[in-house]
């Protein structure tokens, strides 16, 4: 069974940095896609960018295009979400997750990390 760790989120300037770290353990193998949501108090959770096993395809939300990027690790155990630019409204807990296709849809990813807090001061 797939597992995912998250980690790396915590409280930032306006206009900094952060990484965060989404660790895959068990059968890799199943992963199809995953994916970095994020969720604000009182909002809906949504997607922010995924990134497909096979043939990197990535997907990124309008909000985030050219300031986040995403990338895996060779040995694809770990899924990293690079944050530059960081704006208050990105606080959030983010979370990642695993799904079986290349989807925006909260609802198609089936395994899901702990989230972790990012916070973005201004």
């Known amino acids: 069974e797939v597992q995912l760790q998250a980690s790396g989120g915590g409280l930032v300037q306006a206009g900094g940095s952060l990484r965060v770290s989404c660790a895959v353990s068990g059968f890799a193998y199943e992963v199809n896609t995953m994916g970095w949501f994020r969720q604000a108090p009182g909002k809906e959770r949504e997607a922010v960018s995924c990134?497909?096993?096979?043939?990197?395809?990535?997907y990124y939300a309008d909000s985030v295009k050219g300031r986040f990027s995403i990338s895996k690790d060779r040995a694809e155990n770990t899924v990293y979400l690079q944050m530059n630019s960081l704006f208050p409204e990105d606080t959030a807990v983010y979370y990642c997750?695993?799904?079986?296709?290349?989807?925006?849809?909260?609802?198609?990813?089936?395994?899901w990390g702990q989230g972790t807090q990012v916070t973005v001061s201004s």
């Open positions: 990134i497909t096993r096979s043939t990197g395809r990535t």
């Open positions: 997750a695993k799904g079986s296709a290349y989807d925006t849809n909260f609802r198609a990813y089936n395994i």
